[in-house]
């Protein structure tokens, strides 16, 4: 039973190793010129705003995107499972995806409406 598992385990094995070993040696052989450019926190393109001593508040819509991007995508591989049994279910799973879509439909013009979209 256990050879069975072989495969996967050595996969595993040789994915942790590459990724160690490619770790390590960008640390040893990348470039180590910083500059005042590099040390500033990346906001998509969008020139920096200027940040008060010592910290301050920082724009959260960057986050509220990515946290909404991630919502719909784990929303959207809901439909994978459902359309790979499709024949087995019959109708009632083609209501109940039905409903499903309606109501990602919903939110999302919900978010679109109250401007959780608009990048400025």
């Given at each position: ?15 942790f190793?590459f990724?160690?070993?490619s770790?390590?040696?960008a640390?040893?052989t ?9 040390s500033?926190?990346?906001e998509c393109?969008?020139e920096p ?6 910290g ?8 509220l995107?990515?946290?909404l991007?991630?919502?719909f995508d ?9 359309a790979?049994?499709f024949?087995?279910?019959g109708?009632f799973a083609v ?11 919903c939110v999302y013009?919900f ?7 608009d990048?400025d």
């Amino acid at each position: 039973m256990g050879d069975i598992y072989l495969p996967i385990l050595l996969l595993g094995a040789l994915a942790f190793l590459f990724a160690g070993f490619s770790t390590t040696m960008a640390t040893f052989t990348g470039p180590k010129r910083h500059n005042r450019a590099k040390s500033e926190p990346y906001e998509c393109g969008v020139e920096p705003t200027p940040q008060q001593e010592g910290g301050g508040r920082f724009p959260i819509k960057y986050y509220l995107t990515a946290m909404l991007f991630i919502v719909f995508d784990i929303e959207i591989v809901f439909l994978y499972p459902w359309a790979v049994a499709f024949d087995a279910m019959g109708s009632f799973a083609v209501f109940e995806i039905v409903v499903f879509i309606v109501t990602v439909l919903c939110v999302y013009v919900f978010v679109w409406r109250r401007g959780g979209l608009d990048w400025d």
